[in-house]
Each structure stands twice: as C-alpha cells, then as structure tokens.
C-alpha cells in the first residue's frame, strides 16, 4: 500500500463512482497510474474514450460529440459520481455533466473550466505555438517540453507513441451548457504546466468551489498519480458522507 490509508468507498448501499476524462491527443491509457493508485485506496475509477481522438485514418467527431459519449455513460450511473476532467476534457465534462442530478463533483485537472458561450480557441485567443494544424485534425508539437517535463523519460516516452490528433472542431465548438454552474467543483492547478500556463489556471479557478495546487508539470497522473489518487479519494469521501 506504500503508506497509503485506504478509505471506504461505499455508505451502506451508496458507492460513489469516479469517472475519468482524458484531454486532446491522449487516451484512457493516460489514467492508468491514477486507476491503480485508487484502487489500493479502495476507490474503483471507471475511464471514458473520446471519440475525437483517432487516428489519421478515422472518422473525425467534435466536442459535442465527446460530450455525448460521457453523458451516456454518465446517465446509466444510480450512484453519485465525481468526474475528473484533464485538460480539454474540462470542456467536454462541463458540457456533458450539466442538469444530471448524479454528478455531484467536478475536479478540474489542469483542465479548462469554460462557460456557456466559450470555445478552448476562443479563449486561448489564438492557436499555440505547438498546434500542428493539418486539415481537420490538431496534433501536438514537442510533446515532451509541453505535456511531460517532469515525467519520467520511459513513462514521457511511452506516452509520446501513444499520442493521437484530434479534431480541430474540438476547440472551435462552443459551450451551450456549464456544469460547474449547478455543481460543485475543485480545480487542481498545477504550477508547471508548459501546456495551459498556471496563470490561465488561476482565472479559471475563480469559477471553481475549491483550488488545490500541485507542483507539477500538464501531466500529474503520470509523474504524480499517487497525489493525484488522493485528491480525487479525498474529494470523494466528502461527496459520499451526505448522501
């Protein structure tokens, strides 16, 4: 257990369910440390694919196609849900989570917490400097420098192949609904993001019901997973006491 206290994840009948987001380019596999750190705390996760990312060859779906398929897999789930949204994925779980009476947290993982009306390239103003544009699809430039600084140079590697384009219509689409409005949220900024600056995370936060902070790079579940772990752990046991 390496030190770590395992806590409960059910109150009588009631199990809260983690559901995990990915960001652009990446897939469930990014989750895979954070998943196993849960585990030994006692807190099963469940991982969402989003469909805008794929291959060169494969159809190419926007946001609200991404936000689609977290919605589905959201409305089948009874007990109350904390979903942990990476990067982009903040703007797919804020579209995907909004109205749905189970979702009773949202943490924001280095993630863009946007509002009704934003799009990720409407606030960002302009593309970044390590977009590659080709057609409809977005890929990352010098995704070490920007994604992976401080992770290991095998895990950084590992994920460097695993990286797919996604859809340039994901940062084009605009919110029509923002979860956070009717739920509460925490947003976990991580101090050395190369990615989406710290600034940018701290004004996003003031829209947020709690910030932690992490000294880490765009990537805490793979170079921090166990802090990670507990982050979500902990916000957990708080949603389950009350239900």
């Known amino acids: 257990m390496n030190g770590i206290a395992m806590t409960d994840a059910t109150n009588g009948d009631k199990r809260v369910q983690i559901i995990l987001i990915h960001g652009g380019f990446h897939g469930v596999w990014v989750w895979e440390k954070v998943v196993d750190r849960l585990a030994e705390l006692g807190w099963p996760a469940q991982t969402v694919a989003l ?4 291959a060169k060859d494969q159809p190419r779906y926007g946001m609200h196609d991404d936000a689609v398929a977290v919605r589905r897999r959201l409305e089948i789930i009874e007990d109350p849900v904390v979903v942990v ?18 979702v009773a947290h949202i943490i924001y993982l280095a993630a863009f917490q946007l509002d009704v009306g934003d799009s990720l390239l409407g606030v960002v103003g302009e593309p970044a400097p390590w977009w590659i544009v080709e057609d409809d699809m977005l890929s990352a430039g010098r995704p070490f420098e920007t994604f992976f600084s401080d992770v ?14 996604s859809s340039y219509s994901t940062v084009t689409e605009q919110l029509t609904e923002a979860a956070w409005r009717g739920i509460e ?3 976990v900024i991580c101090d050395e993001d190369q990615a989406l600056p710290a600034a940018a995370q701290v004004q996003m936060a003031k829209r947020a019901t709690h910030v932690r902070r992490m000294p880490s790079s765009h990537s805490p579940m793979l170079s921090r997973p166990a802090e990670v772990a507990l982050i979500i752990a902990d916000t957990a046991t708080q949603v389950l006491e009350p239900w």
Do not use: E, M
Not at 85 to 102: D, F
């Open 51 to 54: 469909p805008s990312v794929a």
């Open 85 to 102: 949204a990476h990067s982009y994925g903040g703007v797919v779980a804020t579209q995907a989570a909004a109205g749905l009476k189970n």
């Open 152 to 165: 290991s140079i095998d895990d950084a590697t590992r994920a460097i192949d695993r990286l797919q384009p």
């Open 185 to 187: 949220s925490t947003y």
